[in-house]
């Protein structure tokens, strides 16, 4: 993940603001551990940086389980149109 603005893709590596994975979330309230998930994204926050920049994370704790969420639906949803039309999902290597 990163600060900045555009997601990029150098080989195997993928570089995706915070922003953007965060921005896509939803919850479902039947979800095991929605409360945690909720608490956790509540604390999520932008702050402004010297220069101009944007610093995203969780204010007060942590935002593991946000993040690890986000990383996991953008890849899924990056992915649903070659995982359609093609044989099979190819994974990172």
């Known amino acids: 993940t990163t600060g900045g603005q555009v997601a990029t893709v150098k080989g195997a590596r993928r570089t995706v603001p915070k ?3 965060v921005a896509s979330l939803e919850i479902a309230s039947a979800l095991p551990q929605a409360n945690l ?3 956790e994204l509540r604390q999520f926050e932008g702050r402004s ?3 101009g920049s944007m610093d995203y994370g969780a204010g007060a704790g942590h935002d ?5 969420l986000a990383m996991a639906g953008w890849w899924a ?3 649903r149109a070659r995982a359609l039309s093609g044989p099979e999902m190819k994974l990172l290597d």
């Open 37 to 39: 998930l909720g608490e």
């Open 19 to 21: 922003a953007k994975l």
């Open 64 to 68: 593991d389980l946000v993040m690890a």
């Open 77 to 79: 949803y990056e992915n």
């Open 49 to 51: 940086r010297r220069g």
